[in-house]
């Protein structure tokens, strides 16, 4: 069973930057494949960013550019690096994790509870 915990979320203005943080426990990162997605009000949830076990990485067109994903597997714990934020970057953003490359699909087996974001204009 995999644990996952977010945490870096809060309120920022436009243009400025966050760090997320997703602490995985009873599994190594290092073969997980793993992503972050968001969801806002009244919205789907959407995949943002996914990174495989080896190192590659995918990303939304809404935030390539902006938003990194990486991750120490020394440490255990999935980042994203969100930068130039913008208004409609406001969302719950969430990490999950699974054995499967699911690339920016919501078919993650493991996934945390959540951590919010919000930008001002």
């Known amino acids: 069973q995999v644990q996952l915990v977010e945490s870096g979320g809060g309120s920022v203005q436009a243009g400025g930057s966050l760090r997320l943080s997703c602490a995985a426990s009873g599994y190594s990162t290092s073969s997980l494949y793993m992503g972050w997605f968001r969801q806002a009000p009244g919205k789907e949830r959407e995949g943002v960013a996914a990174i495989a076990s080896v190192g590659d990485t995918r990303y939304a067109d809404s935030v390539k550019g902006r938003f990194t994903i990486s991750k120490d597997n020394a440490k255990n714990t999935l980042y994203l690096q969100m930068n130039s934020l913008k208004p409609e970057d406001t969302a719950m953003y969430y990490c999950?994790?699974?054995?499967?490359?699911?690339?920016?699909?919501?078919?993650?087996?493991?996934w945390g509870q959540g951590t919010q974001v919000t930008v001002s204009p």
């Open positions: 999950a994790a699974d054995r499967i490359w699911w690339e920016l699909l919501s078919r993650y087996n493991y």
